[in-house]
């Protein structure tokens, strides 16, 4: 099931880094952005929060057939998660003096979002429906 091995992908990468976000937002968002204010840091942990929601919505999702009219509303989220950060990553970016560690979020999400648009454009992917039909 290829759709599933999107969504187990994309559960445990906004599962990682939605918890990492959660109980370190000082360090993560000191490394992207030096002069991040010390009492901003809460807007670390409610991005980390939504991305464990995402991430759980994903995980209890991987076994079903996503594409096209299928699961709508889990490739709707996904795309807008992956698009919208993405494209703030590049806005961010596109300053001078940017870190390096933006392509970190940059090159992921845009292949998710790429993923999650193709299945939600196309349909499921051949051998996605496999298992549970013809």
């Known amino acids: 099931m290829k759709s599933s091995i999107l969504t187990r992908m994309s559960a445990m990468v906004l599962g990682a880094t939605g918890t990492a976000l959660l109980f370190a937002p000082d360090g993560i968002l000191q490394l992207l952005h030096p002069e991040f204010p010390v009492s901003a840091y809460w807007l670390g942990q409610l991005l980390g929060a939504s991305w464990i929601g995402v991430a759980s919505l994903n995980w209890y999702s991987r076994t079903k057939v996503l594409g ?67």
């Open 68 to 134: 096209g009219i299928y699961g709508r509303p889990i490739l709707l989220a996904n795309l807008a998660i992956y698009f919208v950060g993405g494209m703030s990553a590049v806005g961010a970016a596109r300053r001078a003096g940017f870190p390096p560690e933006f392509w970190w979020v940059i090159v992921p999400s845009a292949l998710f979002a790429l993923g999650y648009l193709h299945l939600m454009l196309r349909g499921p992917w051949s051998g996605d429906t496999g298992r549970f039909g013809p």
